[in-house]
């Protein structure tokens, strides 16, 4: 069996051929400034939706790392003239020689409204990289309302030293431009800036707001195997575990009555010390437990049906909490917490394919929450020469999936019906089979009802 990192992606898009590649995206341009020019001439601000908006942006990354966090900021030149106030000939341009100046006033910017405390310690920021990309002309008259300021991109990194792996990092964002997307009547709110938060090798979607600015992470419960759910044990087939104790006087009394059963004096003080040993026996069933073969298929008695869905809701969540990892490798081997080694390949997949949004550009979402609706128990029973405990489950759920790019989020929940099936393993219980038997796209919203479940 290949390794996920060793595979192949198969949902990669194909290239499109050189003269195509010209002609396509020019045709679809001419299209799309032409529904901008009518939206933006109606009050409501229609153009807003297109994607991405017309208005400040900001793509907003943050890294931690053992010694240090990293802050990345890619935002168009509106979102930076938001923050800072930096002379320049042309409105629309930054030209080599204002550059400079830009990078230092967005640093200074950084160091006075943003707060990164790593343990307790304000830390000032270190500048590792600045550039600026100037507008692409021809997509400039998709943006009637900010032109060239909507187009062209600054970029600011900036590191956050740390002596040591950082265990609780508090995080304050400062600035909130007016939501470009605001489409009703009177002054627009301050926009959401979410950000993508990397650490410990998984990547969530935090938000900060004007009322809500800040947000603490906590390396002992934010880490990605911190969040995987326990699943209940599983006594192994084939053994009956005995307290310890207990086991010690039944076996040394049977024995002994099997050695003494010529000679009858001692045959009847065996008799006589009978319930004194169950007696002993009765008080130990509290002591260390002591595995032993079982000859009377006693070991491992069927879950009855709420006994079964209590093992199946952690293995079921645990499958999408494996995706919270960005590394295929680690997403594969997490997988393994749930899955049987046989449906690795396939589930993997499965699970993959629901989170790429093919109308954002191919996009893979975040997992926000996994609501299971309705489960059933359909049936237990026994497998193989060992008589492990198999049992089949049909579920129900909903997938909110989030894609951050261009400042905003496109949010996407997908509605699931499968059959699946789960078996007893050394190691504890798996999902060993899995049948889809329907999915589909939820456009309404979530039911206030269904968040805590």
């Given at each position: 069996m290949r390794h996920a990192s060793e595979r192949r992606d198969p949902y990669r898009r194909p290239r499109v051929p050189t003269r195509r590649a010209g002609v396509l995206p020019l045709i679809a341009l001419l299209v799309a400034a032409v529904v901008v020019s009518e939206a933006g001439a109606l009050e409501t601000g229609t153009g807003a939706a297109l994607d991405p908006q017309d208005g400040p942006h900001v793509d907003l990354s943050v890294a931690i790392e053992d010694g240090v966090v990293s802050v990345q900021m890619h935002m168009n030149l509106a979102f930076a003239d938001h923050l800072v106030d930096v002379a320049r000939e042309s409105p629309d341009e930054v030209h080599a020689v204002e550059q400079q100046s830009l990078q230092a006033a967005l640093a200074a910017w950084a160091r006075r409204e943003n707060v990164v405390a790593i343990d307790g310690i304000v830390v000032d920021p270190v500048v590792t990289g600045f550039r600026f990309a100037p507008a692409d002309p021809m997509l400039i008259p998709l943006f009637p309302r900010y032109g060239p300021r909507a187009v062209a991109r600054v970029s600011l990194l900036l590191d956050y030293p740390a002596k040591s792996p950082p265990q609780r990092v508090r995080l304050v964002w400062g600035a909130f431009p007016p939501d470009a997307s605001w489409m009703g009547e009177g002054e627009a709110p301050p926009q959401l800036i979410r950000a993508r938060l990397a650490a410990g090798g998984a990547t969530e979607l935090i938000t900060f707001s004007a009322d809500e600015p800040e947000h603490v992470w906590h390396g002992a419960t934010d880490l990605p195997g911190q969040r995987f759910q326990e699943v209940p044990d599983v006594a192994r087939p084939g053994v009956l575990p005995l307290p310890a104790v207990s086991a010690g006087l039944v076996a040394t009394w049977l024995l002994a009555a099997f050695a003494l059963r010529r000679r009858v004096a001692a045959r009847r003080l065996l008799l006589w010390l009978g319930p004194v040993v169950l007696l002993g026996?009765?008080?130990?069933?509290?002591?260390?437990?002591?595995?032993?073969?079982?000859?009377?298929?006693?070991?491992?008695?069927?879950?009855?049906?709420?006994?079964?869905?209590?093992?199946?809701?952690?293995?079921?969540?645990?499958?999408?909490?494996?995706?919270?990892?960005?590394?295929?490798?680690?997403?594969?081997?997490?997988?393994?917490?749930?899955?049987?080694?046989?449906?690795?390949?396939?589930?993997?997949?499965?699970?993959?394919?629901?989170?790429?949004?093919?109308?954002?550009?191919?996009a893979v979402a975040s997992v926000q929450a996994v609501r299971l609706a309705e489960t059933s128990v359909d049936a237990t029973g026994r497998f193989g020469d060992e008589g492990r405990v198999v049992f089949s489950v049909t579920a129900r759920w909903q997938v909110d999936g989030v894609v951050l790019h261009w400042g905003h989020t496109h949010e996407r929940t997908n509605e699931y019906r499968a059959r699946y099936a789960v078996v007893q393993r050394d190691e504890g219980w798996r999902i060993a089979g899995s049948e889809v038997i329907e999915s589909r796209r939820i456009e309404t919203s979530i039911p206030p009802e269904w968040k805590d479940l």
């Open positions: 026996a009765w008080m130990g069933r509290g002591t260390a437990v002591v595995a032993v073969p079982d000859p009377f298929g006693w070991a491992a008695p069927l879950p009855d049906a709420t006994e079964a869905l209590a093992i199946f809701r952690p293995l079921h969540a645990n499958i999408y909490r494996a995706f919270d990892y960005t590394d295929p490798g680690d997403v594969y081997d997490a997988l393994q917490r749930s899955v049987d080694g046989e449906l690795l390949d396939s589930l993997y997949d499965q699970v993959y394919r629901g989170l790429i949004m093919q109308e954002h550009g191919g």
